[in-house]
């Protein structure tokens, strides 16, 4: 192991989501994965447990590694990276965070009162939930979260038009790739030629996750969820990566369309001053084609593939308070791993990993 | 020919909805195709110059039909169905309107004041701006246009709603099929693992003429469109057929949503009413599955395929005077040549067709 | 019950396989849906319990049928279809064939010596393995099986050629569908922009299983394998129904290409002699379009959708001794369901079924 | 322009091999793209007459630069990389060829006597045409052909093979990317949920051009093409990039699977010992596993992405003296522009660019 590397475990290792935590820290300046946790693949070696669905490949040592089963209490790593299933992740998620600093991307604990739910450019402060997490959970470790795929590039686009504009009302309709869905996921006998307009619990998901991010710490140490309205319609679409969303804004001051497009584009946030080595010189990045963004073409834009939110077809709405765009992000990279990685190297530089 | 059928031109016949006129039209009980037109094929046989899409394949009978080229002045026919690109459509469609009776579905006069855009369903009184036309135009023939293709299950599923609650503003996200593009239409390297959040001009057409259609008769005999405020963002989707689309809508009266399922169950129409032939049982389909409707499955639902709506996941907005739903309509059928025809049956049962 | 009707059950109905059977029998003129059998979804309603695929919508009726357990020796019926996975048909296909006149098409007994493996227009002789098969079973019913859905195509193709010209190595390669994957099957991540070359078994069962089928019975009351080579690559494609398959073919004797083109055409077999329900007119359809058949276009062509064999591009190998050509079956229908009921609408003609 | 480094012009820039060779030459360490030949685009900047497929995006220099109407007699370049449609290619190569070292993928050309149709590895020694070629035209310049994108992969895999077992006959059977047929190219209403049985030409171009690449020089100076036959079978499937091949491989020694397998791992060709810029490690991956290769993991594998044939299923056929296996090639990197490029650094390492 490199010298001054941390160790990370990444648990749920052979998922969508696991796969892009190999991929991404195989060769991560700061972190080294030292650490595979599998449940119906634990006591195989993980390439004959993986079935690998990117074209990138791990390295030999990756493939050789043995995948474990879960065991928070005999482990011995720096930082752990999981991204379990719901149910499972009640159960983990917690377990780990007694232990080791956690980053989940699970939904099980993103609404909890005591854990912040992080996207590093929107919501850095909300960091500070952690003191109340310790006081009153007694772990040596700690747990943030990531939130839903569909809600990262939401917010990230939401915030800086925000504090602009103060907005009242979003409708957003998302086309969302299969790779959201997990594997083996949606079946392709279902997608072919088709659309499915439904996906089990993540409207509501989407829309709560936003206004907790966008929340505000109160005087109390607690988030107070920000009162915008967020209706959101979902769509699975037949595309691998990236997750597109359509937004109608309302605003409550007017909106200068170039002056909008001007504000997403110098959208910086604490990643990019503290120069993170997965945070991308451009969180956001705007495009001016009348079709743009498009998943195939965008979804690994910018300095750190698959970490910028694209953003197209700026437009007024109705009236003068009102706004039109459509946004692409990424969904297992910055909609999952690659965000929890960067959340990670936050918390080093802020000293949150011991 | 058939004793006593009316003689059918198809103009555009090797397109996308040309070829969906030949499949409705082979085997109806009024009208008998008696003459094919286009202009790259023109010479050939119809077997010849057609690249038929559809798994259905036209008789012997068609298939050795000479495609002539677009003669209106020597055409001698009872009615023309019209399915040209915009520019051939403002050369010809007032050319054979001159002469005969004419239902055009090209954008072209769809939005002039003495030309009716028609649903049968929605707006039949809309016939008497044939009137104006008359007298306007010196015609011996009329013209009739069928609307956009997304404009129309559209219009179909507000116009009921609209009457029992008022709407205020209907925010629509839409995931259109490819045949909606013609042929050639979309390169497949664009839309394969891809979708395009864009079609030319797509949005503005589907509010301007949704609002004329929910538009109301004025005392001077023109249309006043509706003042519902429609916003429209479109995505083509890698799906053959079948328009899909996610609508938010605002309303003057509170909304009961059991209540908004039975007004859209229990709509009907002029064609229900005139027992038109290709009038379907149901006009809308209300669906309670989850996550229906779905273009593969749904989109020849119903007594004449591909002539019904389908509506699904209907459910509350963010408060109590708002309504969200999916619906799906035929984009070839519903939304071109089907309403066409449905056009010309409610006409030749009203007079208009000679 | 209508009556005269045979009581038929089917076991694994709410796969694939079983909702083609559904779709099938639900207004077959011998056949009456008596009985549904499925494992994971027994005690529930079939409309509860199926993930309906197709676009055809089973009536109320079956929709709330019950699916019951499989418990061969309590039912009831005159006829068993039966679709389940490998292990399963190993403990319930005997079971059912103790009791009741079975068609399987599973692949569990295809190859049992006292099994016939037909294609009703292929090999209608080989039932009299059944003499066999009674003697050495003891059952009161039969077990006849439904081959591959890729060897069904292919057999039915090859049995004229092989009478007229003698074959003496076909060389074929497959472009399947994913419904033969069963559901849910591939996962869409898998198949999306892809294509992969192998499924498990396959290759295999169509060599064996062809030339069991071509295979002539002896003296000794069995079949022996006809002594053609077939070399079979297969390929899973992203298409929904309908397994393309070309072949290269060498003969013994000299090729005629129109010839061969005629001997396809004019083949026919007991079913079209007997004016079975569900035989096609014309079980081999010769196309001359230099790029068919195509899956989409061609799957549900002939007077029985879905149950003829599509060929086309016949033309000339690399001497005169040689031919090329492409073929479609549908995998669900002529591969499966359809093979299946039409096996049994035979043995109901020739007095098997009591 | 970097000191040193040898002009490039490359004509039919717009389409999708032009892309590639974009991507390819930006960073290249020995050719500057300086002139972008285009037809219908010519007159605009690259940025805005390319309809740009990739997820790479050019510089701003280049999609700043103007694309010209090819003018062969006035242009000064180094060498020239012409990508053009067959009959533009008939017109312009020769005149190219005729004051500049020019590599074409254009069919035209490939079969004529003193024209080189090469891949680096299999071939080199076909160079040598190219002294007959300039007394016989009297060039300036001279002209070499890059193969059919299906032929490459073929002719890569066969060479070794042909080498060590001396191949009898080849029965290939393609499924082939979207890329292959340039842009616009398939529609999209063609190809979802379907695959088309045929391309143009291409069966004779295949089999034609492979014999030639694996020809002999003969002392008169000129190819004899190798006397193996080659029965090619082509599918159009719905992947965006990498043609696969499933080839039954008749033989006149013995094949021992192993062996054959250690036969491609090893092989090496000129480019590799000259470690040209463009060369991989290893111009053929074998993989072992039962479903490999996949057109979407595997097109871009290799030290040089998308220059590397992946080879896999490696396995006997009917007897002892066959083989069977299947391949995949990047049908736009290898099978075209990065074929034609690393032409192109032999020539220069070898003298022939001046």
């Known amino acids: 192991m490199a010298k001054g590397k941390l160790r990370a475990a990444i648990?749920?290792?052979?998922?969508?989501?696991?796969?892009?935590?190999?991929?991404?820290?195989?060769?991560?300046?700061?972190?080294?994965?030292?650490?595979l946790v599998g449940n119906r693949s634990a006591?195989?070696?993980?390439?004959?447990?993986?079935?690998?669905?990117?074209?990138?490949?791990?390295?030999e040592r990756i493939m050789n590694m043995p995948v474990r089963v879960a065991n928070p209490e005999s482990d011995d790593v720096d930082v752990v990276f999981a991204s379990l299933p719901t149910e499972a992740a009640y159960q983990l998620d917690t377990r780990y965070a007694a232990r080791f600093p956690t980053v989940s991307d699970a939904s099980s604990y993103r609404m909890e009162p005591d854990v912040p739910l992080l996207i590093p450019e929107v919501n850095p402060d909300h960091l500070s939930l952690l003191e109340a997490q310790r006081r009153g959970r007694g772990w040596r470790g700690l747990l943030v979260t990531s939130p839903n795929c569909t809600a990262t590039g939401l917010a990230m686009v939401l915030k800086p038009l925000h504090d602009a504009y103060r907005l009242r009302k979003v409708v957003v309709s998302t086309l969302q790739a299969l790779s959201g869905a997990g594997y083996p996921g949606v079946p392709s006998l279902r997608i072919i030629d088709n659309v499915i307009p439904y996906i089990k619990g993540e409207e509501d998901k989407v829309a709560a996750e936003t206004k907790k991010m966008l929340g505000k710490l109160t005087d109390s140490g607690t988030v107070?969820?920000?009162?915008?309205?967020?209706?959101?319609?979902?769509?699975?679409?037949?595309?691998?990566?990236?997750?597109?969303?359509?937004?109608?804004?309302?605003?409550?001051?007017?909106?200068?369309?170039?002056?909008?497009?001007?504000?997403?584009?110098?959208?910086?946030?604490?990643?990019?001053?503290?120069?993170l080595p997965t945070a991308p010189e451009r969180p956001i990045i705007v495009r001016e084609e009348e079709d743009r963004p498009q998943p195939r073409l965008d979804r690994m834009a910018g300095s750190v593939p698959g970490m910028s939110v694209v953003v197209g077809r700026v437009r007024r709405g109705l009236d003068e308070r009102s706004l039109r765009l459509t946004l692409l992000s990424h969904n297992t990279i910055r909609g999952a791993a690659g965000n929890a990685i960067l959340i990670a190297e936050m918390m080093r530089e802020l000293g949150y990993l011991g």
């Open 224 to 275: 107070s969820p920000d009162p915008v309205g967020i209706s959101v319609m979902v769509h699975r679409v037949a595309t691998i990566d990236g997750h597109l969303e359509s937004a109608y804004i309302e605003t409550e001051r007017p909106v200068d369309v170039e002056e909008a497009k001007e504000i997403l584009r110098d959208f910086r946030g604490r990643p990019q001053e503290m120069k």
């Open 11 to 35: 648990v749920g290792v052979t998922g969508m989501v696991g796969q892009q935590y190999v991929r991404m820290l195989e060769n991560h300046p700061w972190f080294e994965i030292s650490t």
């Open 43 to 59: 006591g195989k070696l993980y390439g004959e447990a993986v079935e690998w669905i990117d074209s990138y490949e791990p390295s």
